[in-house]
Structure formats: structure tokens, C-alpha cells
């Protein structure tokens, strides 16, 4: 091929089959044998299987849980790397290793710890129920775990673009006049917001999936605090003959949705990297 | 508005950036900081945009001391070396910004941008972003969106240093018409002296945080205040002599008198003379005297002058002349052949040995 050999680095061809063939392994065929298996299903069975009332509820909580915790992350995160970035202090690089930790915690350690805190009679619990605030077994709980699992992965993606900010520009803002809330407004934001959506994508992603820490935070009522994940587990353990089919059909709206919904933070990311 | 700073300290850690700097520009003049990097002069331009706070001194517009004042309040309008647009803004964004900022209606930002852009001859990228412009396309933008808020004075950081030599050339003839129109006061910083002595109305000298010499391009030029002016003002032979009687004879024990300028001698009477190449001429033969043996190594023939450049292997020495062509035709010059250097009659005689 002519324009393969106009290349710097050589291996074209080998690399792009094994990025289809790996894909195809971990990613397409699992996924796909999901969507078959539901595939089995009537049309009537499928939607009877995906839409009841509870169902629904699930979706709700998992999707708005995760788009919640997501935005706070962003914002949460946003504070964190501006904060380690910008500034110097003692204990700074300690700081830094912390924002890695939730990545390495097993989810089920924090769901376990953040449960026992916002309990009633947790460390945390006893000062805030009485205030009305459930910390633990609520919707907040969801929230509250999730935005843990989430906001280091802000934090990282936006690390290294806060780094590589042209301090010249934020200079000549302040030069033409910008006032320092403009300047973050006009100048820097603009320019975090490629990365501030990619942090925000991938928290909201793990959002979506985390099933380990929500279980132990949430109580898992069925309408109110059950997540769509705990819905597909305990599908598959009533053991009726379509139970395994009704769960993979569950999953399968849950793939499509986070898939329209990734597509769309995706766009807006490339559009606010254009320039 | 004329800008003056005012015995201007400024330290960074160790490191004397600035050391009791007073510079005095003038209303509506061109003023170019001059000099080696290092040298300071892009630490006072920051000091007087309020980018850099001086750990003491004075910054002054006009009459009133500005030294506190942020920035944001000081209406300069200040161009980066390396342009500093913003890169998710067109074209007309960018050079909106400081009048957004200020809340100008929409009408007169419009009429204001355009008519800018017309003015750097850019009204039809005013839709591109700033990474499908070239070089001096960025920065013609950056010099009219400082422009556009009608600053006060206008400070610009090696404008043309990061530019090719024939747009910096370019950028450098228009800047001076823009500047010969407006009349803003404007202070730029270069360490390419054709450059200040082409466009600048007066030129400051800085070295090591401090001022060397001050002064319209001619007399720098002419009168260099010291050895280090002479020096980084370049295209001059750097020779070492000794100073008897009021002539600086060249080397330990050569009796070669030279033109030039000495800058102080040490007590033995040691020291450098300075001559510029066209202070130089050659000949064939010793027939004068007063000349030095050398042989010719590479002549570059391009210019209003013929550069030879020579080694006087007696002295170990490297010598620049420049002589016309009308004169390099009739030495017949080649290289490594050996040749006598002749100090010009009225070099010498025109000599002033600021002792």
C-alpha cells in the first residue's frame, strides 16, 4: 500500500488487526451474545421483561444517579486538580496519591465504609439524620459513592491540560481588561472543556456499571432505591425458565442507552475542541 | 502618555532581574529595550504592564504613579512573543474580547473589529481560529486585539522573534507606519539591534538588570557609551592593545596604531580597542607603514559591501573588514592569500580614546 509506506512508524496492518481482533474478544462478542440471548425473547416477552413499573424505576435511579454524580464530580474534580495543580503546599504530593486510591478500592470496601458511616448511629450518621440528611440506604447514598468512584477520574484527565494552559492567555485577558471571574469564564473554561467532558464521560460511564458499592449504600428497595444492575442480578436468581433471557434484555436496553448517551457527551466533546 | 519607571528593583529568589532601573519614555515615542536575554529587558516591560510587581521603584503614566495598580487597570494594550491568542476564538472573537469585556454594544464592537482587521488587511479570516493563520497573520491579530480597546500605551514582548526574516521585516516596516499614524507611546523589547535602530525613536540598552546607555538610535551607535554597548551591537573587531601616549597599539609588542575606541585600560595600559570593518581597508603591499599582516580566509561578496574576513597569524587574531566593491575588484581578493590591513586615515585621525 503506497500510503502505508508514507508512514513514520511501520506495523499498519498489524496493529489495526489486532486492535479489531481484541475488540472483537473482550468487547463485540460478549456484548453481542447479550443482545442475542435477549434476542430470544418475543417482542411482547422482551417488553414485558424491560418495562414494568420497577424496571423503569431502575433505569430512572441508575441513569439520573449517575448523571448527578457525574456533574458533581465534574465540578468536585475540577476544584481537585485546579487546587494541585496551581497551587504549592505541604503534604501536596500525598494529596495527589489520595486522589488515586478509589481507583484501587475494591467498590465493595467503599460501599461498606460509606454504609457504616452515614448510618444512624455512624461517625457521620448521628449528625446528619438527625438533620434529615440519610446519608446511607437512600438515593443519596448512591449519589454519594458514586461521585467517590467518580471524580478521580476527573481529576486525571484534567490534570495534564491544567498543566499545559498557556499562562500567556490568561495574561493577556487580564491585560484587556477581563476581570478574574471572566477570565476563568471566557478563557480557561473554554479550554478545560474538552478534557472537563472526557473526565465527566468516564465518571458517568463507571456510574452507570458500578454495582459493588452501590449495593452495599443503597438497600436495594425495589422503586426507590434499587439500582438496574441489582434488577438483573436478582432476575437471574429467580430461576425461572426466561429469567437469565428477561436479565439479558434488561442489560440490553441499559447497553444501548449508555451507548446513545456516550455518543451524544462525545459530540459535544469534539465540538468544544474545535479551534 | 508618556511611561516612566522610576528606579525599578526586582529580584527573583537569588537572581537581580533588575537592578535600579529608570527608563523615561516619552509621549507618543517608539522606545526599543535593548538587549541580551537575560538582560532584563522583558522583566521591566512585565513591571510596566503590572504583570511582574517591582520590589521597589515606581511605575508612572503621565504623572500618576500606577505602581499598585492590577493589570486589568492600566489599559495597556501588550503583545506576547508567542502571540497568546485564544485558541477556541475566531479571528474576531479574539480581537472582540477586550471590548466585550468592557460592554461595548454589539453595533460598535462589529464596526470596531472590522474596521481593525481592514487595517492589518485580515477581514476575511475573522472566521478562522487562530491555528489556520500563519505566524505574522498571529501576530498582526494579537497587535489589534491589544489595539482594539484604544490603550493608553501599547508594550510588545519580542514581537517578531518567534517570525522568518522576511516577515519580521515586513512587520517591523509596518509597525513604524502604525505607530507613525496612531501615536500611541510604545515600548518594544528586541535583542536584534537592527531591529530597534530601524524602527525605535530612542533605544535603552539593558544588561544584567541594569541600564547600559540611553539614546536615539544614531547617537548609541555613534557614541557607545561603554565596551559592552559597542560589543552587542555587533559587526565590530573586539583587539586586544596596549595604550601608550594617547595611541593603543595593537598586541604585547606590535606598533600597529589603531582607529576605534578604547573603553578604559587597566594599569599596564591593557585593555580592547573596538574598530568597526569599514574602519579597516586593505592593501597589497606594506607601502603605509602602519599595517598588520594577514591572510584572507572567506569573502562574502553579497551586500553594498564586500565582508572579508581574515586571519593575522601573528597576533592569532580574526578581523572583519568590509571595503567596496569597486575596491575588492581591483585587489583581486582569494582566499588564503596574504594581505595588509590598513587602518583608514581618517579612522585614525577621528579616533577618541575615552580614557
Redesign the interface.
Known sequence: MAQANTRVLPGYRLSISFTLVYLSVLVIIPLGACVITAAQLSWDQFRAAVWTERARAAYALTFGAALLAAAISAVVGLLVAWVLVRYEFPGKRVFDALVDLPFALPTAVAGLVFSNLYVANGWLGQFLVPLGIEGSYSRLAIVLVLVFIGFPFVVRTLQPVLEALDAEAEEAAALLGASRWQTFRRVILPALMPGLLTGFALAFARGLGEYGSVVFVSGNMPLKTEIAAFLIVSRLEEGRPNSYREATAIATVLLVASFLMLIVINRLEARSRRG | MSITAQNVTKRFGDFVALDDVTVECPAGELVALLGPSGGGKTTLLRVI???EVPDSGTVLFKDDDITKH???D?????V?Q?Y???????VFENVA??LR??KWAEPRVRDRVLELLRLVRLEEKAGL???NLSGGQKQRIALV??L??EPKVMLLDEPFGALDAKVRSELRDWLRRLHNELHVTSIFVTHDQEEAFEVADRVVVLNKGRVEQTGAPVEVFERPANGFVMDFLGNVNKLPVRVEGGRALLGETGTVELPGRVFGASENGRTDAYVRPHELDLARTADGGNCLLARVLHVNPAGSVVKVRLWAEDFGLMINVDITPERYRALALKPTEPVYITPKAEAVSDTDYAI
Open positions: 504592564a503590572g504583570l492590577s493589570a486589568r492600566r489599559n495597556v494594550g501588550f506576547f508567542h497568546a491568542l485564544f485558541r477556541h476564538m475566531t474580547f477586550g469585556v468592557r481560529y487562530p491555528a486585539r491589544a482594539a480597546p
